[in-house]
């Protein structure tokens, strides 16, 4: 096995099977990383070899990639993977470590870090932040929609693509992500067709779902606070700046103790593109930099 691939990894958390990856010697600095919304623990394969000195373990959160689908009565509110990622660390055995969330799992990541700072030591989140406050959609609007997608989404039947190579096609034209990275993605996220024909995606259709609830303002300004362990927000230029996201999240970090915000070039995948390798260096700088 070269020093780039990783291992297969996998425990029970809470009645379901969490699979992972890892890279880097077991017992060096722990590293838990956290994928983004339809992806998995692939997104990282750039990363992960890079981070010098540590050991990087990314999961595939629930419905996503090889993990368990949650049973047909649970939801994917963005909280709802805490307890099985507090499972698989104790089961890993670290006491601290160090967070790294890209995306919906920079949401995630942030959550986490809220409800265990004391666990936490540093937190570096790649072109997402959060979570998100409540919008101007009025609640009783908010839970009609969330139970229509519910209904629809465990009704749908699943898109076959005839070849591998026909779904990461579309993977890639819709994240705009270069041929490479999207592979990596969508090849963890594939299994075969429902009747062993073709290819189709393993990710369960509930994430495509609105959420029931939101976060107030007040709640996410407390989270933000909260976070109070070292933190470094790496941000994609032009990324997915969509409503002026960037703008937005700059300014959530200047809320919080002790956030940095820098920028690298790159879409929003941008730690599995040109600058994985400087993004893995800054990264690792910035764990082993001595706390004041």
């Known amino acids: 096995m070269s020093e780039d691939a990783p291992r297969e990894l996998g425990w029970q958390a809470g009645g379901l099977h969490i699979a992972g990856l890892g890279w880097g010697q077991p017992g060096a600095r722990p590293v838990l990383a956290l994928h983004g919304w339809l992806d998995n623990a692939a997104s990282f394969s750039q990363l992960g070899p890079r981070l010098i ?19 047909t009565d649970a939801t994917y509110q963005i909280w709802d993977d805490l307890p099985q990622i507090a499972s698989v660390i104790d089961q890993l055995g670290w006491q601290e470590f160090d967070l790294l969330g890209h995306s919906r799992g920079a949401v995630i990541a942030c959550l986490l870090g809220a409800a265990m700072p004391e666990r936490v030591k540093r937190l570096v989140l790649l072109d997402g932040i959060g979570p998100y406050p409540a919008g101007e959609e009025s609640a009783d609007q908010r839970l009609r929609k969330f139970i229509d997608d519910r209904q629809r989404l465990l009704a749908r039947e699943l898109k076959v693509y005839d070849t591998e190579q026909e779904a990461i096609t579309v993977r890639q034209a819709q994240d705009k992500m270069p041929p490479e990275a999207a592979a990596l993605i969508s090849r963890r996220n594939l299994r075969a067709g429902p009747a062993g024909f073709g290819y189709s995606w393993s990710t369960d259709p509930r994430l495509r779902g609105t959420s029931a609830v939101k976060f107030s303002q007040a709640q996410v300004e407390e989270i933000w606070r909260s976070l109070s362990m070292p933190g470094l927000l790496l941000l994609a230029d ?14 959530v ?29 800054r990264i690792v700088e910035f764990l082993q930099e001595s706390v004041p």
């Open 53 to 71: 000195g540590c050991e990087c373990v990314a999961l595939d959160l629930t419905g996503h990639g090889r993990s368990a689908h949650r049973s």
């Open 238 to 251: 032009p990324g997915q700046n969509y409503a002026g996201m960037r703008e937005w999240a700059t300014g």
């Open 253 to 281: 970090a200047e809320s919080m103790p002790d956030m940095r915000v820098e920028t690298f070039a790159g879409g929003h995948h941008f730690h599995m593109e040109a600058a994985a390798a400087e993004i893995a260096g």
